[in-house]
């Protein structure tokens, strides 16, 4: 049983660049969260998706949007892509309100 | 504004000896918390988790404290070993919401 499973693994851009990244869930889950983690600092939560809609969000601008697909996977874009946008993207998965939440190895992005 | 905050950034341990990391919580409402283990290059890996009307949970080799009064958390190792040696996060969920809120981590480091 595959667990949280996230493309790519690491990412260059340009400054001004747009980016999407990819994840999908542990099996047998239906709500994907996205964090974004920068180096020396806990995860920060930027939205969870369930039912393909985005249920809650963080505290993070509208260049940053997300997707969830039909079959639970997902997708974060980050639009105009800013140097301090260089962190590393966490994608967790888990069933419905389960609080217990299982993590992917992440996307190093970094913005040049 | 209320936030999950660790006491110390880094702890360094003899092997075998017993770790105590620590994580305070400022929000009183927050009733689950879970500790996570991070190594380099991967992401969180759920270690054990709490729910507000407890005070004590047990699992291998870990044990979590919760100390509502003084809004507490410990997360204690039992004989540590150096695969135990990673960034520990503390994290808090308020009811009803989904947004998982983390520490900036502590950094465990187990000498042979």
């Known amino acids: 049983d595959a667990g949280v499973t996230q493309s790519p693994t690491h990412l260059i851009k340009t400054r001004g660049q747009q980016v999407t990244l990819r994840c999908s869930p542990k099996?047998?889950?239906?709500?994907v969260s996205w964090y974004q983690q920068a180096l020396g600092q806990g995860p920060q939560f930027i939205f969870q998706?369930?039912?393909?809609?985005?249920?809650q969000r963080g505290n993070f601008p509208d260049r940053f949007s997300g997707h969830q697909f039909p079959n639970y996977s997902s997708e974060l874009n980050v639009n105009a892509l800013l140097l301090g946008d260089s962190a590393l993207y966490l994608c967790?998965?888990?069933?419905?309100?389960?609080?217990?939440?299982?993590f992917g190895q992440g996307t190093r992005l970094t913005v040049v | 504004g209320e936030s999950v905050g660790l006491h110390l950034p880094t702890l360094s341990v003899q092997e075998g000896d017993n770790s105590i990391i620590n994580c305070a919580y400022s929000?009183?409402?927050?009733?689950?918390f879970i500790w996570y283990k991070q190594e380099s290059g991967k992401g969180p890996q759920f270690i054990i988790d709490?729910?507000?009307?407890?005070d004590k949970r047990q699992g291998q080799r870990v044990t979590v404290l919760l100390n509502k009064t003084v809004k507490h958390l410990s997360l204690q190792i039992a004989a540590t070993q150096p695969g135990d040696s990673a960034v520990y996060f503390c994290?808090?969920?308020?009811?009803?919401?989904?947004?998982?809120?983390f520490g900036a981590g502590t950094r465990l480091t187990v000498k042979p």
């Open positions: 967790a998965s888990s069933f419905n309100t389960d609080t217990e939440a299982f």
């Open positions: 099996s047998g889950h239906d709500t």
């Open positions: 998706y369930y039912e393909e809609e985005e249920r």
């Open positions: 929000n009183s409402a927050s009733d689950y």
């Open positions: 709490i729910r507000s009307n407890m």
């Open positions: 994290a808090e969920f308020l009811p009803n919401n989904n947004d998982m809120r």
